[in-house]
């Protein structure tokens, strides 16, 4: 189960929570971050945290740019990915590590 909510992601969208039209869609690419997330977190530990909310807040923004990615029809990767990808390397290294976030 990911740590992020749909309703977090559609917040990033601004698409109003009572608009379901795209839930499904939202939902597979949270579910395709979260798998992503684990895998970082394994690099770490064994057992990831069952809730975290500084990785559901990047899990949300990356599943984001994943949706924009795909809306904008283009070949690069919506910043939002970028970001978010970049900042959970660097909570994760910081929270298992004690490697300061700079």
């Known amino acids: 189960m990911p740590y992020a909510t749909l309703a977090q ?3 990033y969208l601004l698409i109003p929570e009572s608009d379901t039209r795209d839930d499904s869609e939202l ?12 895998a970082l977190i394994k ?12 990785l559901a807040n990047y899990e949300a923004m990356w599943a984001a740019g994943l949706y924009r990615t795909r809306r904008e029809k283009t070949d690069q990767v919506h910043d939002y990915v970028k970001f ?3 900042r959970i390397e660097k909570y994760l290294r910081a929270k298992y590590l004690g490697v300061r976030i700079a």
């Open 9 to 11: 992601v559609k917040r």
């Open 27 to 38: 939902s597979e690419l949270l579910d395709l971050v979260h798998a992503e997330v684990l």
């Open 43 to 54: 690099n770490y530990v064994n057992t990831p945290p069952e809730s975290d909310h500084v």
């Open 84 to 86: 978010a990808a970049e």
